[in-house]
């Protein structure tokens, strides 16, 4: 593996296309055939999917795909640094978590830790579930935040409840649904439902999509890839989104009701532990602040 197999594949992910990567790498097309299909062969893992219409990248490919960020990375800055010999000070803390939508809950809690560790240098790791605690495991990420499976373990992580999160419906505010209390099998049963795609979800949220979507035409239900996609779909009138409510990213042109009778959801940080790790336990104790104050 070598750096410009790894440059290749972030070229070709980022614009979906041999040709325009090509182009933008200034050689030819079948160079970056061959790099990737080296790669390919390297990893014993397929990283695209070709045909004579498009490029997709594949679920190898997605997980991949930081991996050879942080990798290309790590080594440009180890060759800038005997470019130009500096002192790097900065504090790296890497966070992983499921969705891009769970980052929008950290802003304040990393402004404030900033305040107290002026090269703090966050990093984020957004790859599917179980990829994730074998970073974890193996410490590529200092904390996950996620939600916790009934009954489930983690290795040998220690797991820290930080909210219990309601699963609620969300909808249009001016939805004829919109001024109920709660929403009942009936109210979502004469709606459209927009579901999260059930590698994307947490194992409890899957089980609830598969009792509502039972028995119901394939025509009354849209999977979504992401809580984004399925809130945008929501505000377009689409029909109901289900998923976990975190009061901190409502949309004020939506409502959100909770669904009677489904419990709510852990959600919390998995971590290894916080001896000798000042920034983990500082980002823990902030946690526990913001989400306290959310509820």
Do not use: W
């Not at 994307?200 to 039972?214: E, I």
């Amino acid at each position: 593996m070598n750096t410009f197999q790894l440059t290749c594949f972030l070229t070709v992910a980022e614009t979906l296309s041999f040709a325009k990567a090509a182009k933008l790498l200034n050689v030819t097309q079948p160079a970056v055939t061959h790099q990737i299909h080296s790669l390919e062969e390297e990893l014993n893992a397929q990283l695209f999917k070709r045909t004579t219409r498009c490029v997709e990248i594949t679920q190898e490919g997605l997980i991949f795909l930081n991996d050879a960020k942080n990798v290309l990375s790590i080594i440009t800055l180890a060759k800038k640094r005997f470019e130009e010999p500096v002192v790097d000070e900065r504090q790296f803390f890497s966070i992983g978590c499921h969705s891009h939508n769970e980052m929008y809950l950290l802003p304040d809690i990393l402004r404030e830790m900033a305040q107290s560790y002026k090269t703090l240098h966050p990093i984020f790791q957004v790859v599917p579930f179980q990829h994730l605690y074998r970073l974890l495991e193996e410490e590529a990420v200092d904390v996950v935040l996620a939600f916790r499976e009934k009954g489930q373990k983690k290795g040998s992580s220690i797991y820290r409840e930080l909210a219990q999160v309601p699963v609620v419906g969300v909808l249009p505010a001016n939805h004829p649904l919109a001024e109920k209390e709660l929403l009942d099998e009936e109210d979502l049963r004469t709606q459209r439902l927009l579901l999260l795609d059930p590698q994307r979800c947490p194992d409890r949220l899957n089980a609830l999509q598969h009792c509502l979507a039972t028995e119901r035409a394939v025509s009354d239900l849209l999977m979504c890839g992401s809580a984004d996609a399925s809130i945008t779909l929501a505000k377009a009138g689409f029909g109901i989104a289900v998923q976990p409510d975190f009061p901190s990213l409502r949309d004020p042109a939506l409502a959100y009701i909770p669904i009677k009778d489904v419990e709510p959801l852990s959600y919390g940080a998995y971590y290894k532990s916080v001896t000798g790790k000042p920034l983990l336990k500082a980002f823990l104790q902030l946690c526990k602040e913001y989400f306290s104050f959310m509820d």
